[in-house]
Structure formats: structure tokens, C-alpha cells
């Protein structure tokens, strides 16, 4: 049981490191190409947290992926991602988008993270220029991120796309209702999708992998000021208190199909009830 979907993060000082990918393809392959970006990633988590002087930066994070995907594929394949890197501290986010179905957030609507685009990992060693996109959260926020197998997987009564309004609607639904539990979220999802997709033995039919990570942010999480720039410019170069709890449902798998989902909470400092600043 393999396939090409990929996520991971880490907690480096003040900062949270998150990355979700898709591979081209399925089985052994893109599950090769998945273990070098996982290899590749935790390397570079270890040395951003060996310094405390380098700040984590997702310019960093996407060129070494691209070049650690480009050497294990030799431009056969290529990897769809959304890298993330989040100060804790203000909560004050930035994301590129290397062609990947774009992450949601809710607060009190929920809206598309669509900036931040660049081509996918492992097409070639030169990304040239792109653009970040800058984002903030609040207490309350909950963001997800997902894989495109979770739209393009078969509905109950007839072999069509999930599509992106229910997703959107379902995700809008839970959120509200989760009360920043990404447990409760996570486990909702997960259930909500796999009923549209029918029972387990239509779910063997699916067409593609289906990865699902929840971000909740705590309702009473108080972050320090953050003033945003109003545009992040980043070039390419090519080189070769917190804590966080993660949950993991994994639904039976063929050899091209494994339904995963996680949920992480992260953990800022809880608000003073007797501050009049709290958040």
C-alpha cells in the first residue's frame, strides 16, 4: 500500500513548518519520490533548528524540495505543494503554492489562500522569481490543506467529482460547528467525504490518493502585533513555549489509493481573562 501524497511539519523556535505534496502518478514511483522530499524535508528541519540564528524561511523549504524531487525523478515526474511557515508568536503566515489545490481558511466565512504560485517541484532546477502570499491568523481560525483525490474521488450515486462547492460547503459546515477542536473536525471530514464516496467497496474505485491536514487555532490563543508587508518578493535560488499534538485516521488503501487525514493543533499561549488586550 503506497502511493504519492506527502505532508509534514515542524516546530523550529517561534515557527511551524508545514508542507503538503501530491506526486504525478501512483504506487511504487511516487512513493519513492515522496521519501526523498520527506528525507530532504527533515534534514532541513534539523538544520534550521541546529541554528537558532536562521529564521525558517519558505523560500528555503520550496528550493530544497524542488532539487531533492528533480534529483530522485530525473524530470519524469513532478510534485504539486503548499509550504507553509507560521510565526506562532503573531501569527502572521506565508505560503507558496507550487501548483497544488489551494488551501482554505475559515473565520467567520471561509476563503481560498490562492496567491504564492509557482510551478511544481522537480520540473526543472531554475524556479526564477515568484511571490509569497502573506496571511495572518486569529484565535478561532482553522485552516485546511488537502490533496486534489479528495475532489476528484467518486460521489454515492454516480461516478462524478466530490467538486470543489460541496467541499467548500462541508469544510464551512465543520468548521463552524468544531468550535477549534481539529479533532472533532478531522474526524467529521474525514466520515463526510467517505459517505459521499460511498461504501468501501466503491472507495476501492477511487481514481487517486486523498490527504486531509487540519490547522485549528485555539479560541482563546493571543498573538502579539504583527504589522503585514503589503507584498513578499522572493527569488528563487537553486541550492542543492509551543507544542503539537497530531492525530491520524487511515482508511483501508489499494495500492493507489490511501485516505489519509491528520489534524494538528497548534498551541499558543492562552489569553489573560484579565487582560482587556486579550484576543
Known amino acids: 500500500e503506497c502511493g504519492g501524497d506527502w505532508w509534514n511539519y515542524a516546530l523550529v523556535g517561534n515557527h511551524a513548518i508545514i508542507v503538503i505534496g501530491d506526486v504525478t502518478g501512483h504506487g511504487v514511483s511516487a512513493a519513492l519520490i515522496t521519501a526523498a522530499a520527506h528525507s530532504a524535508f527533515s534534514m532541513l528541519a534539523r538544520n534550521f533548528a541546529a541554528d537558532p540564528n536562521i529564521k525558517p524561511d519558505v523560500t528555503t523549504v520550496i528550493q530544497t524540495l524542488n532539487m531533492a524531487i528533480l534529483g530522485a525523478a530525473n524530470g519524469q515526474s513532478t510534485m504539486t505543494l503548499v509550504a507553509m511557515v507560521i510565526d506562532l508568536s503573531t501569527g502572521h503566515g506565508v505560503s507558496v ?3 497544488h489545490r489551494s488551501p482554505y481558511l475559515f473565520r467567520k466565512t471561509i476563503k481560498p ?3 504564492g504560485r509557482c510551478p511544481p517541484l522537480g520540473d526543472k532546477s531554475e524556479m526564477g522569481k515568484f511571490t509569497a502570499e502573506s496571511f495572518k491568523l486569529e484565535a ?3 485552516l485546511f490543506l488537502y490533496t486534489d483525490g479528495l475532489v476528484e474521488g467518486f460521489s454515492n450515486d454516480k461516478a462524478t467529482a466530490i467538486g ?4 467548500v460547503k462541508i469544510l464551512a459546515s465543520l468548521a463552524s ?3 477549534g477542536n481539529s479533532g472533532t473536525i478531522a474526524d467529521n471530514l474525514i466520515g463526510e467525504s467517505l459517505r459521499i ?5 466503491r472507495r476501492k474505485e477511487l481514481e487517486d490518493d486523498i490527504t486531509v491536514v487540519v490547522l485549528s487555532i485555539p479560541v482563546n490563543a493571543k498573538f502579539a502585533p504583527v504589522i503585514l508587508p503589503s507584498e ?3 527569488i528563487a535560488i537553486p541550492t542543492p513555549e509551543t507544542t503539537t499534538t497530531t492525530t491520524t485516521i487511515t482508511e483501508p488503501a489499494t495500492e493507489s489509493t490511501n485516505e489519509e487525514i ?3 493543533v497548534l498551541e499558543v499561549a492562552p489569553s489573560d481573562s484579565s487582560d482587556p488586550e486579550a484576543a
Not at 164 to 167: D, S
Not at 197 to 201: K, P, Q, S, T
Open 97 to 99: 503554492n507550487a501548483s
Open 113 to 115: 489562500l490562492a496567491g
Open 140 to 142: 478561532g481560525d482553522t
Open 164 to 167: 470543489r462547492t460541496t467541499l
Open 177 to 179: 460547528s468544531g468550535k
Open 197 to 201: 464516496m460511498g461504501n468501501a467497496d
Open 232 to 234: 513578499e518578493k522572493i
Open 262 to 264: 491528520a489534524a494538528i
